[in-house]
């Protein structure tokens, strides 16, 4: 079974400042994809960022980026110089590659993440 | 590029009543998956549909049931609406084929209140 696992409910960080999110999963799958999302108050699902497992080089989008690291099975995401708009609801998720689960999303329960000025 | 939108944006209910969500997928997406997404919890996976076929389902009962039409629209329906439906329900669209496979693009959500 995959499951998807964050263990911080709630981080907060001052603004400019780096944060990072933890999340770990489990899979037997070798081939699978990993994603960021995030929902602000407006409930709307934003992909942050996405990562294939097949590639060592950890995914960057602007500010955001990943450290993957597949034999621990953690994805942890960095945000750096936070802004004010970053505050929101951020899911890790995954999905396999093959098989009756194919790009079936799952989803762990969510770091409430807060930027004060 | 339209982004996909769903409708009603709030729904409320009657235990026991049936209700009929939609979507409708971002332009060029053919495959679309529904979640449900509980208070405080992250997104579960309802089920997904390609060329107007069910292609996959999660752990949901039958009462769950939806259809896609040719314009890769979707629509969630559930049967006898028990308290635990209320949710914010997720539709999200994607693309087959190529890096874009396991993109999906989420829509704003239908919070549905069952009383």
């Known amino acids: 079974a995959q499951t998807v696992t964050q263990s911080q409910p709630e981080m907060s960080v001052q603004e400019a400042e780096t944060v990072t999110l933890s999340c770990t999963y489990d899979?037997?799958?070798?081939?699978?994809?990993l994603f960021w999302y995030k929902q602000p108050p407006s409930r709307q699902m934003i992909l942050v960022i996405r990562?294939?497992?097949?590639?060592?080089q950890n995914a960057t989008e602007n500010r955001f980026s990943v450290n993957f690291q597949k034999a621990a099975k953690s994805f942890s995401l960095k945000i750096s110089d936070s802004q004010l708009g970053d505050t929101a609801m951020y899911f890790c998720?995954?999905?396999?590659?093959?098989?009756?689960?194919?790009?079936?999303?799952?989803f762990g329960r969510g770091t409430q993440l807060t930027v004060w000025p | 590029e339209t982004g996909v939108t769903q409708s009603p944006t709030h729904l409320i209910k009657t235990r026991g009543q049936q209700v009929t969500l939609r979507c409708s997928s971002q332009s060029g997406h053919n495959t679309v998956s529904w979640y449900q997404q509980a208070l405080g919890q992250g997104p579960q996976f309802i089920f997904q549909y390609y060329r107007e076929e069910e292609n996959g389902r999660g752990n949901f009962p039958p009462r769950f049931s939806g259809l896609q039409f040719p314009n890769y629209s979707s629509e969630l329906n559930v049967n006898a609406l028990e308290l635990d439906d209320s949710a914010l329900y997720l539709c999200?669209?994607?693309?087959?084929?190529?890096?874009?496979?396991?993109?999906?693009?989420f829509g704003p959500g239908t919070r549905l209140t069952v009383t």
């Open positions: 899979t037997s799958e070798n081939n699978y994809y």
């Open positions: 999200a669209s994607s693309r087959t084929g190529g890096a874009r496979l396991y993109e999906q693009y």
């Open positions: 998720a995954f999905t396999n590659d093959r098989g009756s689960t194919l790009g079936r999303l799952y």
């Open positions: 990562q294939e497992a097949y590639k060592q």
